[in-house]
């Protein structure tokens, strides 16, 4: 008996939509199985590769966290108060460390607790992307995005948090656009207002996101709506924003005498000026030149968002439609833009991995329309049709490797010891400086933060980052030696490359290599060194202060 043409076709059709559910289902077990295996390597991983696992950053927030819980105090070096933090990722930690554990159990906490942000993250992302766009973009998406969660996740930093928060409200503004001339209710408009209140205090440099948003509000209502209308939408959305930034720039000004964070100051010391340091990373994607590392991404990702804005900002002239702009992916990618170009003009340092997390934000909002784009050129012609789509098939099934082999390989990573990793070296140093004094006070510059965590004693960190502003007044007049001996420093410590053989030798605080903005010497004298480690992340060395006899 022959089949019923219709039913043939009813089952064909199920038989494809269970196919393309099954296909876009991979990604999620895949990132399921990543965190799985991940939160199992943070319970159970040996001290080693569980230091290895974080950025030395991290452990600034860790040492505040620490002695906020213990003395009350948001201090680095036990007595000075900071602000060198972002403070809704410090409002996470410090309960942490009030429940009593001890600094090892707290990062395997934290560690989790930054996975389960991250996968929380991609989880979102992979949901958007998957209702709106084609499987080639999906699991593209879904393969970048896996593989940058495995080294922003272990990096311990805020962008957690801020990355999860960004992507709940750009989704929710995905859902009901508060740019359109759609009646989005004032309840949802504040909420949505929250929201990005919390994304600024989550990383005050999300405040030019927020400034994207609401001038995104204005600009598309202009002929939809009436300027009461939009200056209501304004009000209700930017109250929030306005006013946490308004708040945290005031409590900063009268603690510290500046409304930015000290950390902040630091970076802006050069005032404004071309950041050679961060254009190098731009253009050489970091000095491997990895062209699929952090940094080729971001720049890849960069030149994405340049032409998207200027793809959708010629159209809506041309067209006179906003809704052919005012979309989450222009506010991503007008976000990005105005990011990079505050921190080449504003700022003097190098940027550290978490600093690209814009990057990611373009690959979950924008690289989906630019496939889409090509694929729909592409399109057009019947010559080409079948071929995109056999080409789609062998690049989605590629990915699909991938996506697998990143979950097992970076997921289970607690067997992976990384030579010389800076957290797991400091641990030791500080172990060392504790046997042989542990009250004493110590002095350091960059990579000071996992020191100072497994250091129990007072250290000051050189660079300025973890102070009130008087090691950043003091590098600024390069009187740091001065500085130094006024607080009763005992011991010296550098981490870098370090000359083998010298009498005398000037150490330069910040290092060349991390920023060309003001800088402060130290001078250090071969008779006063007491320890040298070398390690492959460079070497440490360790001086009696005064580190030269007869100096300050």
Not at 383 to 388: E, P, V, W
């Amino acid at each position: 008996m022959l089949s019923d043409p219709p039913a043939r076709a009813g089952a064909n059709g199920k038989a494809r939509a269970w196919a393309r559910a099954a296909v876009r289902l991979f990604p999620q077990v895949a990132l399921v199985l990543h965190i799985a295996l991940s939160l199992e390597s943070y319970a159970t991983a040996q001290v080693a590769p569980l230091l290895s696992r974080f950025s030395d950053d991290a452990f600034y927030y860790y040492r505040i966290a620490h002695n906020a819980a213990r003395i009350g105090l948001f201090t680095f070096d036990g007595q000075t108060p900071t602000n060198g933090f972002h403070p809704l990722w410090m409002a996470i930690l410090v309960p942490v460390y009030r429940f009593g554990v001890d600094q090892i159990t707290a990062l395997r906490v934290i560690g989790a607790l930054s996975t389960l942000l991250f996968g929380a993250t991609v989880s979102l992302g992979l949901r958007y992307v998957g209702a709106r766009h084609s499987s080639l973009a999906y699991y593209m998406v879904a393969a970048l995005s896996l593989r940058y969660m495995t080294e922003l996740a272990g990096t311990g930093m805020e962008i957690s948090l801020l990355l999860f928060m960004m992507i709940v409200v750009l989704n929710a503004f995905g859902r009901m656009p508060p740019w359109s001339g759609s009646d989005v209710s004032d309840g949802r408009l504040l909420l949505l207002g929250l929201g990005l209140a919390l994304v600024e205090l989550a990383r005050s440099d999300a405040v030019l996101f927020a400034g994207v948003v609401l001038a995104m509000v204005w600009a598309a209502g202009r002929g939809a709506e009436g300027a009461g209308r939009r200056l209501r939408k304004l009000l209700l959305l930017g109250a929030p924003p306005v006013l946490a930034a308004a708040a945290y720039a005031g409590v900063n000004w009268m603690r510290f005498g500046n409304p930015m964070p000290v950390s902040g100051q630091v970076k802006a010391m050069q005032g404004i000026g071309l950041n050679v340091r961060m254009l190098e990373q731009l253009v050489r994607f970091r000095s491997g030149g990895e062209l699929f590392g952090t940094w080729g991404v971001f720049s890849g990702m960069l030149v994405l968002s340049l032409v998207f804005v200027a793809h959708r900002a010629a159209l809506a002239f041309r067209q006179r439609d906003a809704a052919v702009w005012a979309t989450p992916a222009f506010a991503v990618g007008a976000f990005f833009l105005i990011f990079v170009a505050y921190y080449l003009l504003r700022t003097s340092w190098v940027l550290w991995e978490w600093y690209a997390y814009p990057a990611i934000l373009a690959a979950i909002y924008l690289l989906p329309e630019a496939i889409e784009g090509v694929e729909s050129r592409l399109n057009r012609s019947n010559g080409f049709r079948n071929l995109l789509r056999a080409i789609s098939a062998v690049v989605v099934v590629l990915f699909a490797v991938e996506i697998g082999v990143i979950a097992l390989r970076w997921g289970y990573w607690k067997n992976n010891l990384f030579e010389g990793a800076i957290p797991y070296e400091n641990y030791k140093i500080a172990t060392d400086m504790n046997g042989l004094d542990g009250s004493a006070r110590i002095a350091m510059g960059d990579r000071a933060g996992s020191f100072a965590y497994f250091y129990p004693g007072e250290v000051v960190q050189l660079e300025g980052l973890m102070d009130d502003g008087r090691v950043l007044q003091a590098v600024r007049e390069d009187a740091l030696e001065s500085y130094l001996s006024d607080r009763g420093v005992d011991y010296l410590i550098f981490y870098g490359d370090a000359p083998e053989t010298y009498a005398r030798w000037t150490l330069l605080v910040p290092l060349p290599v991390l920023s060309t903005g003001p800088r402060a010497g130290i001078e250090v004298c071969r008779e006063r060194e007491i320890l040298r480690r070398e390690t492959a992340s460079g070497t440490i060395m360790v001086w009696h202060w005064p580190s030269c006899q007869g100096g300050s």
